[in-house]
């Protein structure tokens, strides 16, 4: 016996779900603790290095099983056609309409939900994940206002290429308050309780530093102005060391990105939870405004 398990991530113009991605996973580990030899088949577009449907071979299987998703359309009713030979089963799927040709081609059909019978539980739920940094993503704007020296867009697709490749899960954010618009934090504090809860925050924005340390979280911060600018100025304030500059010069890369690996380890480290946690600088400036308006009067 030998199976693939394939799924919507399976298809080139299908979807990869997190669920999908974990009902796959959760097949996967139940045939190997049965001892079951079992592939799985990924879209070249979502797993490039991963076995593609077009490189299965139906003749190497005995078993195809669909794992997740709805039973409908096209994409499945080809499966049908390709692995003809294979015994086709489909397990924590939803049935929507039983007599359509994409769920009558398997052989069974083990459904989370269907018309007939009682919900079971999904099969996502089976697979624990483990525990990846939780970081939160604030880019600056263009930022007119420094001219030539405006390297924001190098920089932001470096960073972000940098970010796509580093285990964590990204979280944008965007500190422009908006009550009209669900998707936007309508107030500071609501922007503050999301920054709490992260493990750390990349940034190429001023207010994404301060507001990561004040609030006690490490920041990892990028000056995206060449020589660096107010993001670099309020590190100082701010005693922090990872922040990361670019050079006066037009260069290719703008980034090191063994410089930003080297902050981003340090920064979730206990050291950088640490330097976080450091009181912040003394007021200054609200008391010079004070003894300024004293002064005018």
Known sequence: MRVLVAGWPSFLHGEATAG???????????LAGAKVACDLAWSPVFRPDGLSL???DPGRYTHLVFACGPLRGPQIEELHRRYARCVRIAV??????PDDPAVTGFDAVLARDSPSAAPRADLAGLVDSPAVPVAGVVLAPGQAEYGTRRRHRGVHEELTAWLAGRECARLPLDTRLDPRDWRMFATAAELESAVRRLDLVVTTRLHGLVLALKN????????????GAKVAAQARAWSWPAVVTVPEAE???LLDPAELDRWWEWALSPDGRA???APPPAD????ELLDVLGGSG
């Open 92 to 97: 924590g799927v939803s049935v929507v309409e």
């Open 275 to 277: 330097r976080a946690t």
């Open 20 to 30: 999908d991605v974990l009902a796959m996973e959760a097949v996967r580990r139940g």
């Open 216 to 227: 006690g979280i490490p920041a990892l911060a990028v000056d995206p102005v060449a020589g």
């Open 54 to 56: 077009d490189q299965a």
């Open 251 to 253: 260069a290719t890369p």
């Open 284 to 287: 200054t400036l609200v008391g």
